[in-house]
């Protein structure tokens, strides 16, 4: 190892910036350096993005600037697609220009996971994820159009398309955005006389025999029947067969039009760790042992998504990929390095399951705390707080919390901004109206 170590860090997401977050912060001056990798110069705080697609929280202020953040660090916008670990360099990517090798001392991979799909025919044109700010613009704009399409079609069918939104996948990221994006729905069709709620058609569709594998069978079943309550269809141990053109065929046969798919259906590991050939684990996440170092491969550590890390508080039992874990292997993960260069003994990851939260609307929501199942008001109340106490910086805690105060008091925008999709289809469309083509200067000499 050189005498000023260069630890690279491969993902911006929580382990990536938490991690380096607390590098910068505990080493010593000159006693390393600190580069993180990302496709984005952005951290998205992703349990947040139902709200800002539901329009109770300005997009912007549910990512989180890498450079502004981590200013003690190098941040390179890229992508990793290779590491070669005994040589300790990473190919990087970058998002202009060509390929380059990064040297390194000490490696964390954290590139987090990946969408789960399946070869559904239609998925790749009809559907959208749920995992980007993008996405969660692309999903308001695209639901309340969509009642402006229905508010102004005369052919019933038509109409019925158009207010026909499927969401598939019932973990937290699907019911979550079921929930509040109904909600927000059913709160824009106040100005829509021609519309009424029960015009709506909301599917939620699970391959599985319940919804959020996180929470207790019980608090899950609330969950369905206060969605189904709200008219609201909830199908479990079912899966979408083909969805060309926005025709929804389901396993149990049941066959609809939507101009609205949404894709939850789970993530997988990074396929980064095993296209590099290090130890993975079945499900391709990268093997560490408690102290989140990677056996056998003497500085490389892991932790979050794409990390198989023991569980220590239930034998045999592996950390859950969830936003709670990754925060809190973060911080360890950054000591850990720290202890190792200093040549002290890493600690274990221990932990205690604080519990989980849900949003399922504005006002509405789960909870299970330490044991303790809440529901309604309090649950929602819960899953606020929780979630403004973990988001990253002072700066976007206060103004989230402005965001909530502004929706209290004025209450929430519904607007539609579907243009900045594609914001040159009008200025196109009016030069070739206009007939206008360009022209070639005559060459001189």
Same mark, same amino acid.
């Given at each position: 190892?050189?005498?000023?170590?260069?630890?690279?860090?491969?993902?911006?997401?929580?382990?990536?910036?938490?991690?380096?977050?607390?590098?910068?912060?505990?080493?010593?001056?000159?006693?390393?350096?600190?580069?993180?990798?990302?496709?984005?110069?952005?951290?998205?705080?992703?349990?947040?993005?139902?709200?800002?697609?539901?329009?109770?929280?300005?997009?912007?202020?549910?990512?989180?600037?890498?450079?502004?953040?981590?200013?003690?660090?190098?941040?390179?916008?890229?992508?990793?697609?290779?590491?070669?670990?005994?040589?300790?360099?990473?190919?990087?990517?970058?998002?202009?220009?060509?390929?380059?090798?990064?040297?390194?001392?000490?490696?964390?991979?954290?590139?987090?996971?990946?969408?789960?799909?399946?070869?559904?025919?239609g998925l790749a044109e009809c559907a959208i994820g749920f995992s980007t700010v993008?996405?969660?613009?692309?999903?308001?704009?695209?639901?309340?159009?969509?009642?402006?399409?229905?508010?102004?079609?005369?052919?019933?069918?038509?109409?019925?398309?158009?207010?026909?939104?499927?969401?598939?996948?019932?973990?937290?990221?699907?019911?979550?955005?079921?929930?509040?994006?109904?909600?927000?729905?059913?709160?824009?069709?106040?100005?829509?006389?021609?519309?009424?709620?029960?015009?709506?058609?909301?599917?939620?569709?699970?391959?599985?025999?319940?919804?959020?594998?996180?929470?207790?069978?019980?608090?899950?079943?609330?969950?369905?029947?206060?969605?189904?309550?709200?008219?609201?269809?909830?199908?479990?141990?079912?899966?979408?067969?083909?969805?060309?053109? %926005?025709?929804? !065929?389901? &396993?149990?046969?049941?066959?609809?039009?939507?101009?609205?798919?949404? =894709? *939850? +259906? $789970?993530?997988? /590991?990074?396929?980064?760790?095993?296209?590099?050939?290090?130890?993975?684990?079945?499900? %391709?996440?990268? !093997?560490? &042992?408690?102290?989140?170092?990677?056996?056998?491969?003497?500085?490389? =550590? *892991? +932790? $979050?998504?794409? /990390?198989?890390?023991?569980?220590?508080?239930?034998?045999?039992?592996?950390?859950?990929?969830?936003?709670?874990?990754?925060?809190?292997?973060?911080?360890?993960?950054?000591?850990?390095?720290?202890?190792?260069?200093?040549?002290?003994?890493?600690?274990?990851?221990?932990?205690?399951?604080?519990?989980?939260?849900?949003?399922?609307?504005?006002?509405?929501?789960?909870?299970?705390?330490?044991?303790?199942?809440?529901?309604?008001?309090?649950?929602?109340?819960?899953?606020?707080?929780?979630?403004?106490?973990?988001?990253?910086?002072?700066?976007?805690?206060?103004?989230?919390?402005?965001?909530?105060?502004?929706?209290?008091?004025?209450?929430?925008?519904?607007?539609?901004?579907?243009?900045?999709?594609?914001?040159?289809?009008?200025?196109?469309?009016?030069?070739?109206?206009?007939?206008?083509?360009?022209?070639?200067?005559?060459?001189?000499?």
């Amino acid at each position: 190892m050189t005498e000023r170590p260069h630890i690279l860090i491969v993902g911006g997401g929580y382990v990536g910036l938490y991690a380096a977050f607390r590098l910068q912060k505990k080493l010593r001056g000159g006693e390393a350096t600190v580069t993180v990798v990302d496709p984005r110069p952005t951290m998205t705080y992703q349990p947040f993005l139902p709200e800002a697609a539901a329009g109770s929280i300005e997009p912007r202020h549910v990512v989180v600037p890498l450079r502004k953040v981590l200013r003690g660090c190098r941040v390179v916008t890229g992508t990793v697609t290779g590491v070669d670990h005994r040589r300790g360099v990473a190919t990087v990517v970058p998002a202009e220009g060509v390929p380059t090798e990064l040297a390194y001392d000490v490696l964390v991979l954290a590139a987090g996971s990946v969408a789960r799909t399946q070869p559904v025919p239609g998925l790749a044109e009809c559907a959208i994820g749920f995992s980007t700010v993008g996405e969660a613009i692309y999903l308001r704009n695209q639901v309340l159009s969509r009642l402006d399409v229905a508010a102004s079609a005369t052919d019933p069918e038509v109409r019925r398309r158009a207010l026909t939104f499927v969401v598939v996948g019932g973990g937290y990221a699907g019911v979550e955005a079921f929930g509040e994006l109904e909600d927000m729905a059913r709160f824009a069709m106040r100005v829509y006389p021609e519309l009424a709620p029960s015009d709506m058609r909301w599917v939620l569709v699970e391959a599985a025999g319940r919804i959020m594998p996180e929470v207790s069978p019980s608090l899950a079943e609330y969950t369905v029947r206060r969605l189904e309550k709200r008219g609201m269809r909830v199908l479990l141990n079912t899966t979408v067969t083909s969805m060309v053109d %926005g025709h929804v !065929v389901l &396993s149990d046969g049941e066959e609809f039009d939507s101009d609205t798919v949404v =894709w *939850t +259906a $789970g993530v997988r /590991a990074n396929p980064l760790a095993q296209a590099s050939g290090l130890p993975v684990d079945p499900r %391709g996440r990268l !093997v560490a &042992s408690t102290t989140l170092r990677v056996p056998g491969h003497e500085d490389l =550590w *892991t +932790a $979050g998504d794409s /990390a198989a890390v023991p569980d220590l508080s239930a034998e045999g039992a592996w950390c859950a990929p969830s936003a709670q874990h990754a925060v809190r292997q973060a911080k360890l993960l950054a000591d850990n390095i720290i202890r190792s260069l200093r040549g002290r003994e890493p600690k274990p990851y221990k932990h205690s399951h604080a519990g989980s939260v849900a949003s399922l609307g504005l006002h509405k929501g789960v909870a299970e705390i330490y044991g303790i199942r809440l529901r309604g008001v309090v649950a929602w109340l819960m899953h606020r707080a929780y979630h403004v106490t973990r988001v990253p910086t002072l700066n976007r805690k206060v103004r989230v919390m402005a965001d909530w105060l502004m929706a209290f008091l004025l209450r929430r925008d519904v607007v539609s901004l579907g243009q900045i999709h594609d914001p040159r289809r009008d200025w196109a469309a009016m030069v070739e109206a206009t007939g206008v083509r360009p022209t070639v200067p005559p060459r001189v000499g």
